[in-house]
């Protein structure tokens, strides 16, 4: 079992940058590719980036390529999505989302991918 516990949502201009984190228990983290979804009012929820257990490979969505980064710390247990040159339209709750599978070597870009997921942190960008 893993819990996920995610931090570091807020209210921010556009322009501006925020971190999310990602906080996971158990010890099997390491193994694991995590992903970070979001979801509008309105909107399904969509795939923003992943991280291969490694944090050798990385993949985002086009609509963020450039301008999120993420990237882990399995020491910690805790895997990072930077969020820079923020827009209105990144608006939504984020999530993390963890793979039921250890060692895998590419990124699920769709939820049904993962298993666990995390309450979510709300990312507001005022324009």
Same mark, same amino acid.
């Given at each position: ?19 999310? %984190?990602?906080? *996971?228990?158990?010890?099997?983290? %390491?193994?694991?590719? @995590?992903g970070w &979804?979001?979801?509008? /009012? ?8 992943? !991280?291969?257990?490694?944090?050798? +490979?990385?993949?985002?969505? #086009?609509? =963020?390529?450039?301008? &999120?980064? !993420?990237?882990? #710390? +399995? *020491?910690? +247990?805790? =895997?990072?999505?930077? @969020? +820079?040159?923020?827009? /209105?339209?990144?608006? *939504? =709750? $984020?999530?993390?989302?963890?793979? /039921?599978?250890?060692y895998r070597?590419? !990124? /699920?870009? %769709?939820? *049904?991918? $993962?298993? $666990? ?5 709300? =990312?507001?960008?005022?324009?």
């Amino acid at each position: 079992q893993v819990q996920l516990v995610e931090s570091g949502g807020g209210l921010v201009q556009a322009g501006g940058s925020l971190r999310l %984190s990602c906080a *996971a228990s158990g010890r099997t983290f %390491s193994k694991r590719v @995590m992903g970070w &979804f979001r979801q509008a /009012p309105g909107k399904e929820r969509e795939f923003v980036g992943g !991280i291969i257990w490694s944090g050798s +490979n990385t993949d985002y969505a #086009d609509s =963020v390529k450039g301008r &999120f980064t !993420i990237s882990r #710390d +399995n *020491a910690k +247990n805790t =895997v990072y999505l930077q @969020m +820079n040159s923020l827009k /209105p339209e990144d608006t *939504a =709750v $984020y999530y993390c989302a963890a793979d /039921p599978t250890y060692y895998r070597t590419n !990124i /699920p870009l %769709s939820g *049904a991918g $993962y298993h $666990y997921w995390g309450q979510g942190t709300q =990312v507001t960008v005022s324009s």
